[in-house]
């Protein structure tokens, strides 16, 4: 065991006093130490029912013979942190809950790894911490949010997170007073979980289970069903079974179980921000990943779900459809999945879903009855993304798929946010955020005020958004992110001048400044880099370190 090397011997009659002072008996010393990594705490909706979920888990290590060693680890809720200076935060956190996971698990000898996350960078930067270990490890997430139901529309109609947002945009645009929206945010997030819709958190939950690192249900399962403790308890018990067969990340995480992983992530329409943190955790598992391969297999992948913000169906929808088990198996029918590849109930994709049906047709559509032929991310090249930048294309309106229009330019996202509420853009603009990246904002802040705002003023079929900062997964429209050479690293995004025309034009994967070379050029001569605008402390290091969205904003 590994963890030997903290408790066998004479010589480690101290760990052994150490690890007695907290409670631990000689037979629990003696068996395998299996960590705990729980983000629980009392600011995250997703987060306020881990520890539920950990003692769980814990009985089912001690059932299955391991001895459960609980630590926490921080998280960043987006929706909280959305539209000031936290958000610069959220992103970066990422780093730190891989590299603590990495130090509690090096420093105590820990034999093997349960993860408990929910939300945005938590459950990336597990899975970062879980490839870099490669010890035998599992994620069991907390679990999907309820929709809530709408307060004035018709029984049955949906709300979530998003429609608080939205609906903030049409009281600013006289379309909604104030007590609607009061209404509003009393109804949208009625239970604990992460938010309903297919944004961040949700989509890198059904991807860990569509890569083999979650037990099936992980992603769907909703938070307050008994079925996501049972799961939990069946990961402790699983983890142990990994343990013994010594079934690590690094046989589950491979080249094909991403490009499993891209597959579902089409089918469903996931969140753009999943290009950046399947790339940060292919990073750590050691595995070839670069934007091209989201268009090659979004092209020949069929958008299956159409789930909030983008449709009306929720995770809760996609759970009783029959979850994403029946993704895979139906994606399997057309061969866009690698069904050999091995997860972590020790079996091969193929065989997980051999009794996978889909229960709702609506929710979960056969290749043949798509919500559209190609999958729902698109990456854009061009003079003014030579790297790439990312858009939902499924969320995008059909007039607004192919669009040009003159740039209105902003340095930061409060500009911008402060020109649309004051209704300063006009039909047909497009909204240029730069100095927002990685290293320029610093932390690669999410744009989902701006362009919720715009989509609350009915403006999300005439406006466009690009930005070298990013997304939240609930952001629809035509909004392009992750623009890369960021503005700080003088990429060309740096050089667009107030009413430069910019064209968009998403089925032919082109972004593009209508401006001849020979001006750029001369303005790039011109061009100084700003001032970091953070100076001290963890987000100026961040700053120093950080590498471009298009690598997936990882610190080297």
């Known amino acids: 065991m590994k963890s030997d090397q903290v408790k066998q011997g004479v010589e480690r009659a101290p760990h052994r006093a150490l ?58 809720c987006d929706g909280i942190a959305m539209n000031h200076e936290g958000m610069k935060y959220s992103l970066a956190s990422r780093e730190i809950i891989a590299d603590s996971v990495e130090i509690m698990a090096r420093a105590h000898g820990l034999d093997a790894m349960v993860m408990i996350p929910n939300c945005d960078k938590i459950v990336p930067g597990m899975l970062m911490a879980a490839a870099r270990l490669d010890l035998p490890a599992i994620v069991v997430s907390g679990g999907p949010m309820l929709a809530g139901n709408h307060p004035s529309q018709p029984k049955g109609t949906k709300i979530d997170l998003i429609t608080v947002f939205e609906a903030v945009g049409a009281v600013k645009s006289g ?24 944004f961040t958190a949700n989509s890198m939950n059904c991807l860990t289970e569509a890569i083999g690192m979650g037990l099936p249900g992980n992603g769907t399962i909703p938070a307050v069903m008994a079925a996501r403790t049972r799961l939990a308890k069946m990961a402790g018990m699983q983890i142990m079974e990994l343990w013994r067969r010594q079934i ?10 991403f490009a499993n992983a891209l597959a579902v992530d089409m089918a469903l329409g996931c969140s753009t ?16 990943f670069d934007l091209n391969q989201i268009n090659v297999i979004s092209q020949k992948t069929p958008h299956l779900c159409s789930l909030s913000p983008g449709g009306a169906h929720h995770i809760e929808d996609l759970d009783r459809a029959g979850g994403i088990q029946a993704v895979l198996k139906e994606l399997a029918k ?61 969320a995008v309106r059909p007039e607004m798929l192919r669009h ?59 406006v ?8 939240s997964g609930g952001t629809r429209g035509a909004a392009i992110g992750h623009i890369s050479p960021e503005a700080a690293q003088g990429g060309p995004i740096a050089l667009v001048q107030e009413g430069d025309l910019i064209s968009i034009d998403i089925p032919s994967k082109q972004i593009r400044l209508k401006v001849d070379d020979a001006q750029l050029e001369q303005r790039r001569g011109a061009w ?26 990882v610190v080297r």
Do not use: W
């Open 19 to 76: 690890m007695k002072a907290c409670g631990y008996s000689d037979p629990e010393i003696q068996r395998p130490l299996i960590g705990i990594a729980n983000s629980a705490n009392t600011i995250i909706p997703g987060h306020v029912h881990l520890n539920t979920l950990a003692e769980a888990v814990k009985a089912g290590i001690y059932m299955a013979g391991g001895t459960p060693v609980e630590f926490g680890i921080i998280g960043v």
């Open 175 to 198: 379309q909604m007073d104030e007590d609607q929206l009061a209404a509003i945010e009393e109804a949208a997030c009625p239970t604990c979980g992460s938010c309903a819709g297919m």
């Open 248 to 257: 690590t990340p690094s046989k589950i995480m491979t080249p094909q179980a």
């Open 273 to 288: 921000n999943t290009t950046l943190h399947l790339a940060a955790i292919a990073h750590e598992a050691r595995v070839p």
């Open 334 to 394: 057309g061969g866009h999945i690698d069904g050999t590849s091995l997860t972590v109930t020790g079996k091969s994709v193929a065989e997980n879903i051999a009794s996978a049906r889909i229960k709702d047709p609506d929710v979960i559509r056969s290749k043949e009855n798509a919500y559209h032929a190609a999958g729902g991310l698109a990456v854009l090249y061009g003079n003014l993304a030579p790297n790439g930048c990312v858009v939902k294309q499924t």
């Open 404 to 462: 040009e229009g003159p740039a209105r330019v902003f340095d930061s996202e409060d500009a911008a946010t402060a020109a649309i509420l004051d209704r300063k853009i006009k039909p047909g603009d497009v909204v240029v955020v730069r100095y927002e990246g990685p290293q320029g904002g610093p932390g690669m802040r999410e744009m989902l005020t701006p362009t919720s705002a715009i989509a609350g003023m009915q403006l999300d079929g005439q």
């Open 464 to 471: 466009a958004l690009i930005t070298d900062g990013r997304f």
């Open 528 to 553: 100084r880099a700003p001032e970091p605008k953070i100076k001290h402390g963890y987000l100026s290091r961040y700053a120093r370190l950080v590498g471009s969205a298009d690598g997936g904003a």
